[in-house]
């Protein structure tokens, strides 16, 4: 039976939804575009006017294809070049999704979906759709094939493994800018003390270069240490400015809802560092600069009003 305009409407009108589950499962936003069109074609092949909640089969076929891609994903990422970190995105970009509640603002932030990495993909996706979308433990059973009982014990299983490795509190956009700018004066003062202020004792300092641009095998731990690697990482050099093409013009901003410095030399968006900020200080510091993972900041950051540099790095 063919698609009818209104069939591609109903669809698109879920897409933003579907979207912003997928991307929280997979922590890819191109995985998860990519699963969103697989559900399309999926769709499309259906007999929709026989589909009683469209909505219900939508998510069904994007969580189990997510599911799948989950599967796989973990074999990749054993051979991973260096730390394996989500793809951040920046403040504005619709992927984010539904921000209302603070279990839905958490959810999607970078802190909460590195842990996730510790999930089954069947806790991931249970954590993602009663957390974020807040779908009901029937739902939920009736998404993965299990009964009401096992959602509700891998949820509270799922929410015990992030909440146990979690130590971010909620903060407002302004306080986010502030935070970064502070860290941003620490970190280019020419001493470490003040940044070892700013640090939790046991914080620690994460790279993602995906074996395109160095990045540290292993985390940088305790605040001595990430403190002497964020200076040396500020410390201007010509062989940086080479490696990135450029001297980067380095902003305050905010990614996933963390604090989070953005890199950015002619127009090209090439690091986004996520701070993660407890009642101690930031105990965390996790920076993408896989170029594969910053292409959709790129564009989101042509398409945004983002004003003048706080000065340039390198």
């Not at 559900?39 to 189990?64: G, Q, S, Y």
Request: proline share 4%; hydrophobic share 45%.
């Amino acid at each position: 039976m063919a698609m009818t305009v209104n069939d591609v409407d109903r669809f698109e009108a879920a897409r933003s939804r579907l979207e912003a589950i997928a991307y929280r499962l997979l922590g890819s936003a191109g995985e998860a575009e990519d699963a969103v069109q697989e559900t399309f074609l999926r769709w499309h092949a259906a007999d929709v006017d026989r589909i009683a909640v469209p909505e219900a089969w939508l998510t069904k076929v994007l969580t189990n294809l997510c599911l799948n891609q989950l599967a796989s994903a973990r074999a990749r990422r054993e051979t991973y070049v260096g730390q394996w970190l989500p793809e951040p995105l920046l403040a504005g970009d619709p992927m984010l999704g539904p921000a209302d509640t603070a279990e839905q603002r958490e959810s999607v932030s970078y802190a909460v979906l590195t842990l996730m990495e510790r999930l089954s993909p069947n806790e991931r996706a249970v954590y993602v759709l009663r957390e974020a979308f807040d779908y009901s433990h029937r739902e939920i059973a009736e998404i993965l094939d299990i009964t009401e009982v096992a959602s509700q014990q891998i949820f509270h299983r799922a929410k015990k493994h992030v909440a146990d490795g979690k130590a971010r509190i909620e903060i407002d956009e302004a306080a986010a800018r502030r935070i970064v700018e502070e860290f941003l004066a620490a970190a280019t003062s020419g001493r470490t003390e003040p940044l070892v202020r700013l640090l939790t004792e046991d914080a620690v300092a994460i790279g993602d270069g995906g074996g395109k641009v160095p990045a540290r095998a292993r985390a940088f731990e305790g605040a001595v240490a990430v403190a002497k690697f964020l200076w040396g990482l500020f410390k201007p050099s010509a062989a940086k400015r080479a490696m990135v093409g450029g001297a980067p013009g380095v902003y305050a901003w905010t990614a996933n809802g963390d604090p989070a410095v953005v890199a950015v030399v002619d127009g090209r968006v090439v690091g986004v560092m996520c701070l993660e900020v407890s009642a101690q200080g930031i105990a965390a510091f996790r920076n993408q600069v896989n170029p594969d993972k910053l292409e959709r900041a790129t564009a989101l950051w042509a398409a945004t009003a983002h004003g003048e540099p706080l000065f340039n790095a390198f």
